[in-house]
């Protein structure tokens, strides 16, 4: 055990250090018993879109309806196919087949783990035919139309979504992100010619802000991003019931509001947010120079030319992961893994027909990754822990890694 444990996360810290601001809000609340809607939620959801910079932001219950909803606004019908990444919180795919429609995956790239675009292209020139009635194509796995993709920007980093737009586009599908680990990411975009936000790419894209992501509620919340009047008006009466007014009900939606409290909170946590990113930068710098001199046994996270991520989560890949974990507990470091099955072959999809092998680097990657401890307050004094366990950990091991090719 090293004197100190490092913990995966700490989130008692910073709520620690803006205790008497959250206090505020909630007295705010009570004050006025706003609890649901109104000016906390309105103010939130306007500060947001800001950071974002796209035109709305409709608060949501959690990071999953935002998905949910943000496909269902956008105009995936019950029945469609969705493409996704098999390296994702399962919470992806939920939302998928939450809203009615089906999912296929594409494999993710071995260097940035998000979306390869040449497998989407791939799976749409090959594993679909064309509808020429639609201009769509229809999966032939699923035998429905291929309506919708969603790239996920992974650990704070966001997909090549230049391609992935230019290839949906062509093949007139919705382009929903899931930005769930991204508040604040950027992506140089060359077909506009500049950095673009996480959330600001793709037709709508969903935020969590469960507690330990770079935003975090002190509870359940999410949002959806557009710059698409009718998809932000489409999410928010979905989340509230189908109502375009108080009781008139235009379609059936759902109780998927974001709680009022944990607007007002966001919004006191939002305005540390590109701090508290550029310490997450700051930290994942220096792991990167702390392992440099283990690049043949540590494989540290790839940022290419056009992405500036904010590490949600700083992950890198190791042999023998599991015993390495443990290894690093026993020294009292903690780690996470995000995540250990490709979702193509958990239990709950079993009778969909995925076998081991469909998607080999999400395979390959799943047994190697490990997270390190990653948050703003993180020293540098407790990366060297860290990076010394992690390296004390392989000696022993003795084993080499061989990069995914
Ligand atoms: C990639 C991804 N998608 C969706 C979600 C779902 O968000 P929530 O937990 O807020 O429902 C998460 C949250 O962990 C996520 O990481």
Redesign the pocket.
């Known amino acids: 055990m090293t004197a100190d444990p490092i913990p995966f996360l700490d989130l008692v810290t910073v709520h620690r250090e803006l205790r008497g601001e959250l206090r505020s809000v909630f007295e705010a609340a009570l004050d006025t018993a706003g609890f649901i809607g109104g000016p906390m939620v309105q103010e939130f959801e306007r500060d947001f879109a800001e950071l974002c910079e796209t035109r709305f932001c409709v608060g949501m219950a ?4 935002a ?1 949910r909803l943000a496909l269902v606004a956008a105009g995936v019908q019950p029945g469609d196919t969705v493409v996704t990444v098999p390296l ?2 399962f ?2 795919t939920e939302a998928i087949s939450q809203a009615g429609a089906r999912f296929d995956f594409v494999d993710v790239d071995a260097r940035t783990y998000t979306m390869d675009p040449a497998k989407l292209r791939h799976y749409l020139e090959t594993q679909c035919t064309p509808d020429t009635k639609t201009g769509r194509v229809v999966s032939k796995r699923t035998g429905s139309p291929v309506t919708a993709v969603i790239p ?1 920007h ?1 650990y704070g980093q966001m997909a090549d979504m230049d391609p992935i737009l230019e290839i949906a586009a062509r093949y007139n599908l919705i382009v929903i992100e ?1 930005a ?2 991204a508040h604040g990411a950027e992506y140089f975009s060359n077909r506009v010619g500049g950095w673009r936000k996480a959330g600001s790419m793709g037709h709508a894209a ?1 935020f ?3 507690p330990g992501k770079n935003l975090g509620a002190c509870g ?1 919340a ?1 949002a959806v991003t557009t710059d698409d009047e009718r998809v932000a008006r489409g999410c928010s009466m979905l989340r509230d019931h189908g109502q375009s007014k108080k009781y008139i009900h235009d379609i059936e939606g759902y109780n998927g509001r974001l709680d009022a409290i944990q607007a007002g909170l966001l919004r006191v946590k939002l305005r540390h947010l590109v701090k508290w990113n550029e310490e997450r930068r700051e930290v994942a710098r220096v792991y990167d120079e702390l392992l440099s001199d283990t690049a043949t046994t540590v494989i540290r996270p790839h940022v290419p030319s056009w992405s500036r991520p904010v590490y949600h989560l700083y992950v890198v890949r190791v042999s023998d992961r599991d015993r390495l974990q443990k290894d690093l507990a026993a020294k009292g470091i903690g780690s996470g893994i995000h995540y250990p099955i490709p979702l193509h072959l958990v239990k709950a999809y079993e009778a969909l027909g995925f076998r081991p092998g469909d998607f080999p680097v999400s395979e390959k990657l799943a047994p190697q990754i490990l997270s390190l401890p990653m948050y703003p307050q993180l020293t540098a004094e407790q990366q060297q822990i860290v990076v010394r366990g992690l390296q004390e950990a392989i000696t022993l091991q003795n084993e080499k890694l061989v990069l995914v090719s």
């Open positions: 959690s990071g999953t309806d998905v994702t919180f919470a992806t996920v992974l899931d769930c680990q969903a969590s802000f469960y359940e999410g």
